[in-house]
């Protein structure tokens, strides 16, 4: 009896799992998929200055992104800032988010409040932000030349330097929160019981915290490497006209020389270079988990 009952009840779960992932698999389909099915087919088009867009099936627009030494090197600027931002947010994160997680201080929601408070400001208006710290007239130099550490100002502003400061300050609270919900569930008492077998702060962190908390470091890096590769607000805002990214640099083939097919190539080629250096990532940090 109790076997057809149990049957039973699996029948109906595998009746009603359509029914749950149904709404959610349309919804994909209608907003993402469909969408970069007409976007692909706009990137196969040619582009004839005066009429638009002509219908075709070449790949051409691919071929001038692969020959062209400015676009590759868009690209390949886009790559290093990318890991560069994500390997500073993860350094960043990590004793923000430990310190969160291991606090029983009566204030942790406020702290937490505060970690995640920059998201509630849109990343134009933190961008322009950072345009008054680092101007060439700005809080840093001020500082400095009071100081009387330099005597011009140093130019900051418009610089790599100032495009991956405002990416980390975009991109760091989504790091603190996805290493402090994994860090949470880690039984402090394994660190306890490390340090009391005479194991130093160092080897507790290498051999005991940070394996156990890779999956959050893997969710982590994944996220933020993801949004670092298409960011757009801050690279123009603080990189200035002269420093691209693939973003910007796609936004300006679409709206400003109405150039859909070849705009569209970069976004495809964007969206291929990112989602192959994820797979490739989440390998590596997956079998450093399995270690």
Known sequence: MSV????????????????????ATILVILVLVIPMAILFRYSLNQFVPGKFMVEAVTVENYVKFFTDAYYLKVLWTTIQVAVACTIISLTLAFPVAYFLAR?????????????????????????????VV?????????????AGVI???????????????????????????????????????????????????????????LPLAMPGVLAGTVLVFILCMNAYATPVLLGGPQFKM????????????????????????LMTTTLTLTILSTIFLQRRIRR
């Open 4 to 23: 057809v009952i149990e049957e039973a009840a699996g029948g109906r779960r595998r009746s009603i799992a359509p029914a749950l992932v149904g709404p």
């Open 103 to 131: 606090t029983t201080s009566r204030f942790k929601s406020l702290l937490v409040i505060l970690a995640v408070f920059p998201l509630m400001v849109g990343n134009v208006v933190r961008a322009a932000g950072w345009m």
């Open 134 to 146: 680092l101007g060439n007239e700005g809080v840093v130099n001020a500082l400095l030349r009071w």
């Open 151 to 209: 005597a011009e100002p140093i130019k900051l502003l418009y610089t790599p330097t100032a495009v991956v400061i405002g990416i980390i300050a975009v991109v760091l609270p989504y790091m603190i929160l996805t290493l402090q919900s994994v860090l949470e569930g880690i039984d402090y008492s394994v660190e306890e019981a490390a340090l009391n077998l005479g194991a130093k702060p160092s080897t507790t962190f290498f051999r005991i915290v």
């Open 246 to 269: 693939m973003a910007p640099a796609l936004y300006d083939q679409i709206a400003r020389s109405t150039n859909w097919p070849f705009g569209a190539a970069l976004a495809f080629v």
